[in-house]
C-alpha cells in the first residue's frame, strides 16, 4: 500500500544532505539516460498508475485541476505575467527563478573558461535547471498534499538552514548584501523561500517513493567503485618541491665576439659543468639549500625552495615538475636536461596521499552507489513529468533565459 503521506524520516534526510542532487536532462527528448535498466523502466511505469491516481484526487467536480492555494506559492500574489515568463499549470517560471539556483555556478565559469566552452557548459546546466523547476511545479501539488502538521515545523528548520547557509557562501554572511542582491534581481525574498521550500517538498517526495526501489550494491559492484575511484578516497598529496635551476642563458657572454651558434654551445657546456658540479657536492653530504644558493640561478636565496605544489609546473619547468612527482620523499634526480637549462630536484616534505582502507570505504560506497541510482531514476521520472505535460513555449522560453546569462570575461581568449 502506498503510503500517502511523506516519510518524516526521509524529510530529514533531505534535510541533513541539502536536497541538491543534479542530474543531464534533456529538453523535448524522452531522456538523457542512455543506459536504462529493466528496474527503472517498471518503476516507471507504476508511478504513472500512481501519479494517476494522485491526481484524480486533486482534480475538482468540473474535471479541471484544483487550483492550488497554498500561500507560500510565489504566483498567489497575482504578479504581473511579464512576456518571459513560462506558464506551468496555474503558476509562472521567470528566467530568474531558472538561473538564481545556478548563478554562482554560471558567474565562476563565466571568468574561468573561454567564451565557446562557457557557453556550451552554460546551456546544459541552464537546461538541467529549468527541467527541475518545470518538474518541480509539475510534481509540487501531488507532494505538498502530502505533507504532514508534524512536517511543517523541519520544512520551515530546513529553509532557514538553506536560506543561511547560501548567505554565508555568496555574500560572506551579510544580510544586507544578501539583501540588496535579492532588490538587483528584482525577486522578493518571499518568493525565493517559497521555491526553497517547494524544491524541499518535492525532493522528499521523491525519495520517499524511489529509495526503497533501489536495491543494496553487492559487494562486487562496491569494490569495482573502489577499485576504479580511488582517488576519491586518498588525500590530496601535497610536496615540497626543492629546485637548482641553472638555464644555460645565464652563461652567455655578450662582451666576447662569437658566432651565436658557438655562443650558445659554449654557454650549455658551462651550464652543464655547473650543474656536475652542483650533483657533486649533493652527493658529498652538502645541503641541498646550501648547494642551490651557490649554483641555483632561481630561487637561490631561498636555498631552491620553491614550496608546496599539488602539479607540475608549466612552461620552463614542466620536465623537471614531472620528474620530481617521480621522486619518493626526500629523492634526489639526476641532472635534468631541457632544452635550455639544466635542473636537480629533491622531494621535501610530503603531506597527505593516504587512501583509505576498503573495508572503511564500504559504507560511503553503498551511499554513493544508491544516491546515484537515485539521481537515475529522478531524472528518468522528472524527464517524464515534462514529456507528458502541456507546457507553453518551453523552447522560447530557454532560449530568453541563455540570453540573460553572465557574459563571459575572457572575451580575448
Not at 557548459?121 to 509539475?138: G, K
Not at 588525500?235 to 635551476?245: F, G, K, S, V
Not at 602539479?311 to 614531472?322: D, I, N, Q, V
Request: aromatic letters at 6%.
Amino acid at each position: 500500500m502506498l503510503n500517502r503521506k511523506l516519510s518524516l524520516g526521509v524529510l530529514t534526510i533531505c534535510i541533513l544532505a541539502g536536497c541538491r542532487d543534479s542530474t543531464g536532462w534533456s529538453l523535448g527528448s524522452k531522456s538523457s539516460s542512455g543506459d536504462k535498466s529493466g528496474k527503472a523502466a517498471d518503476a516507471l511505469t507504476a508511478y504513472r498508475e500512481r501519479m494517476k491516481h494522485e491526481q484524480a484526487v486533486h482534480m475538482t467536480d468540473s474535471g479541471q485541476p484544483a487550483r492550488d492555494t497554498t500561500p507560500d506559492t510565489p504566483s498567489n500574489d497575482r504578479r504581473v505575467v511579464a512576456a518571459d515568463t513560462l506558464e506551468v499549470l496555474d503558476q509562472f517560471i521567470t528566467p530568474e527563478d531558472v538561473l538564481d539556483p545556478i548563478r554562482p555556478q554560471l558567474t565562476a565559469w563565466s571568468r574561468e573558461m573561454p567564451p565557446s566552452r562557457y557557453v556550451d557548459a552554460a546551456a546544459d546546466l541552464v537546461r538541467e535547471s529549468l527541467v527541475e523547476q518545470v518538474a518541480n511545479h509539475l510534481i509540487y501539488r501531488r507532494a505538498s498534499a502530502q505533507v504532514t502538521p508534524e512536517m511543517e515545523t523541519q520544512i520551515d528548520l530546513a529553509v532557514d538552514k538553506m536560506e543561511r547557509e547560501r548567505i554565508g557562501r555568496e555574500f560572506d554572511g551579510r544580510e544586507t548584501a544578501y539583501a540588496n542582491a535579492l532588490v538587483e534581481s528584482g525577486r522578493k525574498r518571499d518568493d525565493v523561500r517559497a521555491q526553497l521550500r517547494r524544491g524541499l517538498i518535492v525532493e522528499t517526495y521523491l525519495r520517499d517513493r524511489l529509495a526503497p526501489m533501489i536495491p543494496d550494491p553487492t559487494r562486487k559492484q562496491i569494490r569495482r567503485y573502489y577499485d576504479s575511484n580511488r582517488d576519491q578516497f586518498t588525500t590530496e598529496e601535497q610536496r615540497q618541491l626543492l629546485m637548482i635551476d641553472i638555464p644555460a642563458a645565464t652563461f652567455l657572454d655578450r662582451s666576447r665576439v662569437m658566432d651565436r651558434k658557438q655562443a650558445i654551445a659554449l654557454a650549455r657546456q658551462q651550464a652543464r659543468a655547473a650543474a656536475e658540479e652542483a650533483k657533486a657536492a649533493l652527493r658529498s653530504g652538502r645541503p641541498f639549500a646550501d648547494v642551490a644558493r651557490q649554483y641555483s640561478k632561481f630561487k637561490a636565496e631561498d636555498g631552491g625552495d620553491w614550496g608546496i605544489i599539488r602539479e607540475p609546473l608549466a612552461g620552463r619547468w614542466e620536465t623537471p615538475s614531472k620528474r620530481f612527482f617521480e621522486l619518493p620523499r626526500g629523492g634526489v634526480s639526476e641532472i635534468i636536461e631541457t632544452e635550455d637549462s639544466f635542473f636537480i630536484v629533491k622531494c621535501g616534505e610530503v603531506t597527505g596521499g593516504v587512501t583509505t582502507p576498503f573495508a572503511e570505504a564500504q559504507p560511503m560506497i553503498v551511499n554513493r552507489i544508491k544516491s546515484q541510482k537515485f539521481r537515475e531514476l529522478k531524472a528518468e521520472f522528472l524527464q517524464n513529468e515534462l514529456n507528458q505535460s502541456n507546457i507553453g513555449e518551453i523552447d522560447a522560453f530557454y532560449r530568453r533565459v541563455l540570453h540573460q546569462i553572465p557574459q563571459p570575461s575572457l572575451a580575448g581568449r
